[in-house]
C-alpha cells in the first residue's frame, strides 16, 4: 500500500526532462568516446566500455542518491565535507604520480579521484552553512568568512597535488553559490579590490611554470605552434574541419591520424565537432545549456535553501565544466584540463556528474511537498 | 524521525538571482557557439585545407640513373645498391640514458646491443671507443627530439657477408638498421674513367642556384626554368665525361605521390585512408635514358695495357670515316668507383685529396684538356701549305748537315739526312728541310692548312672541358710577343715546336682526314640514347665539319710520305713496323717545356726533362678505318717509345674487329730483327 503510493508519486513527480536530457548526453558521450579512441592500439581502445560501466555504476548511485530524501544529506553536510578533506589528504600518502601531479588513489583495481567527489562534498557544506545562516541584509565579508574557509581548505589541498583546473572549478562553484545570496556593495568592493592585488602575487608565489605557459600560450597562440600551443592549435583546425555537417562518425581525419592530443580526457569535443560538424555541436551545446537552465529551475522552485544552493551547486558544476572545457578546446578559454561532462572518459568524472544529477532528481522530485515529510526516510 | 529532518527555510533572498545566473549561462553557451560558427562555417574551409595538409605528405619516387654502355653493349655504369648501417644511440646503447626515477624498465629494455653489432662490423679498438663515445655522448637527454634518438652512420658499403649477418641476428641487434641506397658502379674501374666520368653528390653552390631561398613557394612554370631536373638536396649528379655532358638524358624524372600520415609520421594504407587522397595527383617517375658510347672498351682495355710501363700520355683512337671515337685514353687515370661514392665518404674523402695532391692530374683528360707541342708529327701540315702555295717543287731536294744556324740559334736534326726531298724529309722527319719550307712557305699559310684540319681549335666534343691548343700566327706574334718579329717563329711553325700546341684528339681528328681524304669529321663519343629495353630513342649520325680546301694530288703525296714512314727502310717508323698491319702515320718527338714544380722531386726531375714521344696514323693504310694519335709525356723519342705502341694498338684493333666478325686476325708479329735495334735513331738532343 505504501509501496505502491511511493511508486506512484516517484512516476508522477519523475523529472523526465532532467533524465532524458543527462541520458542522451551519456548515450553522446560514449558514441563519442568509442571514436575518439578507434585509433588507439593499446589498452585505450577499449576505454568506451569501461565508460559504459561507470555509467551504469553511476545510474545506480544516482538512483539512490535521488532516494534518499536529501534533507538527510543536509544533516551530514558537514560530516561529508570531512570525509573529502580527508580523502583528499590521503591523495598525498598513497597517490599514485602520473605526469608529474598526485591525484588518484588505488583502490584494487580502480584509482579514484577525490577532488572530483569533494566538489560535490564542498557543495553541501556550503548549501548547509547558507541553509542555516538565514540573511535578511546583505552579507558582509566577515558573514562569507567562513564558506570562504570551507572552500579555501580543498583549494589549496588540489592545488598541491597540483591541480589547477579542479582547484578552478572549486572557486568557481564557490563564486556561483556566493552569486546566489545578498551581498553588500561594500564587501563586493572590497573583494575587488582585493583581488586586483592578489592575481599578480599568484602569478608570482603560486603557479607553476607549465600553469603559466598555458595562459601565455593562450594569450599568444601562433606564437607556439609545436610547443605548448600544439593541442591548442590542432584541437581548433579539428573543429574546423567539421564544418557545417561534419566528417561523418569516426571520419574526422585530425582524430582519426592522431593530430588530437588527449581525445578521451580533455579534447573529445574535437572529436565530436569534427565528426558532426557545427550542426551537431548546436545540439551538444544546446543540451548542455539545457541541464544549466534547468538546475536553475530546479533551484527556482526548490522548496528550501538547502535545495536550492544543491541544485544551484550541481548546475554550476556542470556550467563551469562545460563551459571550460568547450572555451578551451575552442580556444576562446586557456587550455586548462577541465573534462567534459558525461563526454570525457574517468571514473570519478562520471559518477561525480551522475550523483550531482540525481541530487538534482532528488531536490525535483520533492518540490511537491505541501508539508514537512513524516515518517518515512525514503521521503514520504 | 520528522525531528531528525529539517523545517523548510525562507528562499527568498535567492529569488532574484535565478535569471542573471540563466543569463549568464546563456551568454557564456552562446559564445562558445559563436565561436564555433567562426570556426566551423566562417573559416572551415581554410581549416579543412589545413587539417588537409596535415594528413597529405607528397612522397618522392627515386628513379633509377640510366646505363652507359659501350659500342658493343658492354655495361660501363650502372646503379648497384649498397648498404649503410645506422643505429640509434638510445637503442642500442641503453644504458646510455638517464635513468629517471620510477620509470620503469622492460625486460628487453636492459642489454645494450651495441658491442654486439661493433662485434660483427669488426671495428678495430680505435673506431669502437670513438663510436662509444659518440653514442654515449648523444644521450645527454633522452627526450623527444634529443640526438639520442637520431640515427648515427657507422659504416657504408658493408660488404655483403656483413648484411648477411646483421639480417641473420635482427633480434639480437635493435636499433641497427642497414638503409639501402643506389651507387653507381663502374665494373671497368679506371678505363675510359676519363670520358665516361662519374657523379657526385649536388655541391652546394650548385644546390642554391637551381633552388634558391624560397624556391618551393615558387609557381611551377618558375619551378621548371629554374630547376628543369629537379635537383634536390643530396641529390646524386654527374661531375665530370659522359656523367656530367649527358647527365639531362641518364638522370631521368623523380616521380610523386600522394601518401597520407598520421602525426606521429607513419604512413597509412587502405580504403580509409585511399579516400581521403585525389588519385589523379600523382606522378610516375621517368627512368633515366641508357646511353650508348662509341667507346670500345676492350679496346680501352687494351690500350691500357700497351701504355702499363709509360708514366703518363694520352691515347685517341677514332674512326676514319664517321668521326666516332673508339678509345680515348689519359693516364695516369683514377677510380670512378672511388670518387661516386662506393665504398663510402670516407673513402670519397681520401681519394679526392689523394688525386688532387698528385702532380701528374689524374682526374685531367688530357685527349681534350691537355694541349701539347705536336713536333714532327705537325709536318704533313706544314708539307701541305708548301705544296698548296705552290712554294717549292716537292722533288727539288735540300741538304741536312744535321744542323741548321740561324743567327745565334742552332736548330738541330735527329741526325746528318744529306740531301733530301720532301718525301724523305717526311719518311726520315728532317727538321733541316722544313726549317727551309717554313722560310719559303712563311707561318701564316701553314697555319691556315692546319686550321683546316682542325688544329688549334675546339673540336666541339662537348664533353669535358676542351682545351683549344693553338696554331701561331704572325698576329698571334704581334700581339704577344710586341716589337720585332724573329725568323725563329717561322722556323718552329713548321716542325710544331714553339708556340704550336694541340691536343690529342684535334690531331687524331686531322690524321683522320688526312687518310679519308679530306673530310674532317666533328668527334662523337655517344652512339645513340636508348630506353632501359634497348629502344633507340635518338640516334646520332656522323657529322662533318667541314671538307678540307686542299688538292687531292696534294694529299696523295703526303699520304705517300705518311706511308713511308712506317714502311720504307729509312722511315723513322721503320723499326716499329709490323709485317701483319698495313699501317701510314708519322712520329713526333716535341721538347717539353719546362714544368713548374719538377724540381721539387730529384726522383722526377729526369722524367721531366724527357721529350714528348707522339705518333700519329691510321690504318689500313689503303683503306682508312681507324686514325690514333698516340703521345707518351716525357717518354722520350716518338719512333722508339711512342710508334711500338700506337702499332700494337692497331693490331689489337685489328684483332678485335676479325674476333666479332668471326674472322682470323693479324698473323702474329715476329720477334725484332737486330736490324730494327741497330737503325733505331737516338733521341734529339735537348732544346738550346
Not at chain 1, 170 to 194: H, K, M
Not at chain 1, 356 to 380: C, D, E, I, K
Request: glycine share 8%; hydrophobic share 45%.
Amino acid at each position: 500500500m505504501k509501496n505502491q503510493r511511493l511508486l506512484s508519486q516517484a512516476r508522477d513527480h519523475f523529472d523526465w526532462a532532467l533524465f532524458l536530457g543527462a541520458a542522451l548526453l551519456a548515450v553522446i558521450g560514449v558514441v563519442n568516446l568509442y571514436s575518439a579512441t578507434s585509433v588507439s592500439r593499446d589498452a585505450l581502445r577499449e576505454v568506451y566500455v569501461q565508460q559504459v560501466y561507470w555509467l551504469v555504476f553511476g545510474g545506480i548511485i544516482a538512483t539512490l542518491v535521488a532516494a534518499i530524501d536529501y534533507r538527510h544529506y543536509e544533516r551530514l553536510g558537514y560530516a561529508l565535507y570531512g570525509f573529502g578533506i580527508v580523502l583528499l589528504v590521503l591523495v598525498f600518502i598513497l597517490g599514485r604520480d602520473i605526469r608529474g601531479s598526485s591525484r588518484w588513489i588505488n583502490i584494487g583495481s580502480f584509482s579514484l579521484q577525490p577532488s572530483e567527489f569533494m566538489k560535490l562534498f564542498l557543495i553541501i557544506a556550503l548549501a548547509k552553512y547558507l541553509h542555516d545562516d538565514p540573511k535578511s541584509e546583505g552579507r558582509t565579508l566577515k558573514d562569507l568568512a567562513v564558506p570562504a574557509l570551507i572552500v579555501a581548505v580543498p583549494m589549496v589541498l588540489v592545488l598541491k597535488q597540483p591541480d589547477l583546473g579542479t582547484a578552478l572549478i572549486l572557486g568557481l562553484i564557490f563564486v556561483s553559490i556566493c552569486a546566489l545570496t545578498r551581498i553588500a556593495w561594500r564587501s563586493l568592493l572590497t573583494l575587488a579590490v582585493s583581488g586586483a592585488v592578489l592575481v599578480p602575487l599568484v602569478w608570482t608565489y603560486v603557479l607553476k611554470d607549465y600553469q603559466k605557459s598555458r595562459i601565455t600560450v593562450f594569450l599568444n597562440p601562433e606564437a607556439n605552434i609545436l610547443g605548448t600551443g600544439w593541442h591548442a592549435h590542432h584541437a581548433r583546425v579539428a573543429i574546423g574541419n567539421g564544418g557545417l555537417f561534419g566528417q561523418g562518425f569516426m571520419r574526422g581525419t585530425q582524430n582519426q591520424f592522431l593530430f588530437l592530443p588527449d581525445q578521451h580526457s580533455d579534447f573529445p569535443f574535437a572529436v565530436f565537432a569534427e565528426d558532426w560538424g557545427f550542426a551537431g555541436c548546436v545540439l551538444l551545446v544546446l543540451l548542455y545549456g539545457f541541464l544549466c537552465a534547468w538546475s536553475i529551475r530546479i533551484a527556482a522552485t526548490a522548496k528550501d535553501r538547502f535545495g536550492a544552493v544543491l541544485a544551484i551547486g550541481v548546475g554550476s558544476l556542470v556550467f563551469w565544466h562545460a563551459f571550460f572545457n568547450l572555451g578551451m578546446v575552442t580556444g576562446i578559454l586557456p587550455v586548462v584540463g577541465v573534462t567534459l561532462p558525461l563526454f570525457s572518459y574517468g571514473g570519478s568524472s562520471v559518477l561525480t556528474v551522475l550523483i550531482g544529477v540525481g541530487l538534482l532528481m532528488n531536490v525535483s522530485m520533492r518540490r511537491f511537498y505541501v508539508s514537512p515529510a513524516r515518517g518515512s526516510l525514503l521521503g514520504g | 524521525l520528522s525531528e531528525l529532518l529539517v523545517p523548510r527555510t525562507d528562499v527568498g533572498e535567492f529569488r532574484r538571482r535565478f535569471k542573471w545566473m540563466a543569463l549568464v549561462a546563456f551568454l557564456a553557451f552562446g559564445a562558445v557557439l559563436v565561436r564555433l560558427f567562426q570556426l566551423q562555417v566562417l573559416e572551415g574551409a581554410a581549416n579543412a585545407a589545413t587539417a588537409h595538409e596535415n594528413i597529405i605528405h607528397r612522397v618522392l619516387i627515386p628513379t633509377t640513373r640510366g646505363v652507359i654502355h659501350d659500342r658493343e653493349g658492354k655495361v660501363l655504369a650502372s646503379s648497384r645498391p649498397a648498404y649503410d648501417l645506422y643505429v640509434v644511440p638510445g637503442r642500442v646503447m641503453r644504458s646510455a640514458r638517464p635513468l629517471h626515477p620510477g620509470r620503469l624498465a622492460e625486460p628487453d629494455d636492459i642489454t645494450d646491443t651495441w658491442p654486439r653489432i661493433a662485434d660483427v662490423l669488426r671495428l678495430n679498438p680505435e673506431e669502437r671507443a670513438r663510436f662509444d663515445a659518440k653514442l654515449h655522448g648523444a644521450c645527454t637527454t633522452d627526450e623527444d627530439k634529443s640526438p639520442c634518438w637520431r640515427p648515427v652512420l657507422v659504416r657504408e658499403d658493408l660488404a655483403r657477408d656483413v648484411v648477411a649477418e646483421l639480417k641473420q641476428h635482427e633480434n639480437e641487434m635493435s636499433g641497427a638498421e642497414v638503409v639501402r641506397v643506389p651507387v653507381r658502379y663502374y665494373p671497368w674501374k679506371n678505363l675510359g674513367a676519363h670520358a665516361i666520368g662519374y657523379v657526385s653528390e649536388i655541391d652546394a653552390e650548385t644546390l642554391a642556384r637551381v633552388r634558391p631561398p624560397g624556391f618551393d613557394k615558387l609557381p611551377e612554370s618558375e619551378q621548371q626554368k629554374l630547376n628543369p631536373l629537379r635537383y634536390e638536396n643530396g641529390d646524386i649528379v654527374g661531375a665530370t665525361g659522359v656523367e656530367h655532358a649527358w647527365e639531362s638524358y641518364l638522370r631521368g624524372q623523380r616521380g610523386w605521390e600522394e601518401r597520407v600520415i598520421d602525426a606521429r609520421g607513419h604512413y597509412r594504407t587502405g580504403p580509409e585512408a585511399d579516400r581521403l587522397k585525389d588519385p589523379s595527383s600523382k606522378q610516375d617517375p621517368i627512368p633515366g635514358r641508357d646511353v650508348r658510347l662509341t667507346l670500345d672498351i676492350e679496346l680501352e682495355q687494351s690500350i691500357e695495357k700497351a701504355m702499363r710501363v709509360q708514366r703518363a700520355g694520352a691515347v685517341v683512337v677514332v674512326e676514319v670515316r664517321t668521326g666516332r671515337l673508339l678509345a680515348m685514353y689519359s693516364k695516369p687515370d683514377f677510380d670512378p668507383n672511388d670518387v661516386s661514392g662506393g665504398g663510402g665518404h670516407e673513402r670519397l674523402r681520401q681519394t679526392v685529396s689523394r688525386l688532387h695532391e698528385d702532380p701528374l692530374m689524374p682526374t685531367l683528360d688530357k685527349t681534350t684538356s691537355g694541349s701539347f707541342q705536336p713536333g714532327s708529327t705537325f709536318k704533313p701540315f706544314a708539307a701541305l701549305a708548301a705544296l698548296e702555295e705552290r712554294k717549292l717543287d716537292p722533288d727539288d731536294t735540300e741538304r741536312c748537315d744535321g744542323l741548321l744556324v740561324f743567327g745565334r740559334r742552332v736548330f738541330h736534326c735527329t741526325h746528318v739526312h744529306g740531301r733530301v726531298n720532301m718525301h724523305e724529309a717526311i719518311a726520315e722527319s728532317c727538321n733541316v728541310y722544313f726549317i727551309k719550307v717554313a722560310e719559303a712557305v712563311g707561318m701564316d699559310p701553314i697555319a691556315k692548312v692546319a686550321e683546316e684540319f682542325g688544329l688549334g681549335e675546339k673540336t666541339g666534343l662537348g664533353v669535358n672541358p676542351e682545351a683549344a691548343g693553338r696554331i701561331p700566327t704572325r698576329s698571334f706574334y704581334a700581339l704577344r710577343f710586341p716589337g720585332r718579329f724573329y725568323q725563329g717563329y717561322t722556323m718552329n711553325s713548321a716542325i710544331g715546336e714553339g708556340a704550336t700546341t694541340v691536343t690529342p684528339l684535334q690531331l687524331a681528328l686531322a690524321y683522320a682526314a688526312l687518310g679519308n681524304g679530306g673530310t674532317l669529321y666533328s668527334p662523337e663519343l655517344v652512339r645513340a640514347v636508348e630506353t632501359g629495353d634497348g629502344a633507340i630513342v635518338q640516334d646520332f649520325a656522323p657529322r662533318v665539319r667541314r671538307k678540307v680546301n686542299v688538292k687531292q694530288e696534294n694529299l696523295a703525296r703526303v699520304n705517300d710520305a705518311l706511308y713511308g714512314v712506317v714502311n720504307e727502310m729509312k722511315g723513322t717508323a721503320f723499326p716499329a713496323r709490323d709485317p701483319g698491319l698495313d699501317v701510314a702515320g708519322k712520329t713526333g718527338t716535341a721538347q717539353s717545356a719546362p714544368v713548374a714544380g719538377a724540381d721539387k722531386d730529384p726522383r722526377m726531375a729526369d722524367w721531366y726533362r724527357a721529350n714528348h714521344a707522339w705518333f700519329a696514323a691510321y690504318a689500313p693504310a689503303k683503306a682508312p678505318e681507324i686514325a690514333v694519335a698516340l703521345l707518351v709525356e716525357h717518354g722520350g723519342a716518338g719512333p722508339t717509345v711512342a710508334a711500338p705502341i700506337a702499332m700494337q694498338i692497331v693490331r689489337e684493333y685489328e684483332r678485335l674487329t676479325a674476333q666479332r666478325a668471326g674472322k682470323p686476325g693479324p698473323p702474329p708479329k715476329p720477334k725484332p730483327t737486330p736490324l730494327a735495334v741497330r737503325t733505331t735513331p737516338a733521341p734529339p738532343p735537348p732544346a738550346p
